[in-house]
């Protein structure tokens, strides 16, 4: 290979690498970004190789078809939706994210991740209080499930954790739970990383507002004794 086509490779190579760079900073991003902003941020790069690698870029989003599209926008650029894809993400937006767990239904979680199978009488000695309401609600949220009833006098309901209890922790199965101080500090991280923006941008700026009400979830059976 000769010295012209290895730099021109090389070149190829630099600026597929700026692109991808360029994409993620516009994609983490939720307001439009100034060129002057982009400048500072990649260092070393010139206003003309910037400008060159956005246009670039801007066509590939638009030649490959992809459903999000590169936009200037208040004098900056953004990666936002296609405006035409506007129903499909509406009707997302009416998926409404599911509330926190409370503190008192963290603990009733942990209390059965630990200790299942478990019925609700056990639960309620370790925990001092009425549990019946953080069990529907841990039976609506599907994170726990009926596993079968304990043989003995009224044969009570025996409560277990679920596959999305698992997914939702991080967790490949029930061998991977941490110390529960440590359970109840990953589960408050865990919810700490739901998302809090109530909008979702669509094509030319937008907004749809989240929170709509969606379909209502199918009815959990009411917890036994």
């Not at 490779?9 to 991808?20: C, P, V």
């Not at 999305?164 to 110390?179: A, K, V, Y």
């Not at 991280?189 to 209502?216: K, N």
């Amino acid at each position: 290979m000769g010295e012209g086509e290895e730099s021109a490779r090389q070149q190829a190579l630099e600026e597929r690498e700026l692109k991808a760079v360029l994409e993620s900073l516009l994609f983490v991003s939720a307001e439009p970004i100034p060129l002057e902003r982009l400048m500072v941020a990649l260092g070393t790069v010139s206003k003309s190789e910037l400008r060159h690698a956005l246009q670039s870029l801007r066509e590939d989003f638009d030649r490959e078809g992809r459903g999000l599209q590169m936009v200037e926008l208040a004098g900056g650029y953004q990666i936002v939706t296609r405006a035409e894809h506007a129903p499909w993400i509406k009707r997302l937006a009416k998926a409404k994210a599911s509330p926190k767990l409370s503190r008192s239904a963290m603990e009733s979680l942990a209390i059965i991740a630990y200790k299942q199978p478990i019925v609700r009488a056990e639960i309620e000695q370790i925990r001092g209080v009425e549990v019946s309401g953080v069990l529907r609600t841990l039976l609506e949220r599907k994170l726990i499930r009926m596993v079968g009833r304990k043989d003995v006098p009224g044969r009570p309901i025996m409560y277990g954790s679920t596959k999305l209890f698992l997914q939702q922790f991080g967790l490949s199965d029930l061998s991977q739970l941490p110390p529960l101080r440590e359970f109840k500090e990953l589960g408050e991280a865990e919810q700490a990383m739901l998302p809090v923006e109530d909008g979702l941008r669509i094509g030319e700026h937008e907004t749809v507002a989240a929170g709509s009400p969606g379909e209502p979830p199918d009815a959990a059976p009411s917890p036994e004794s």
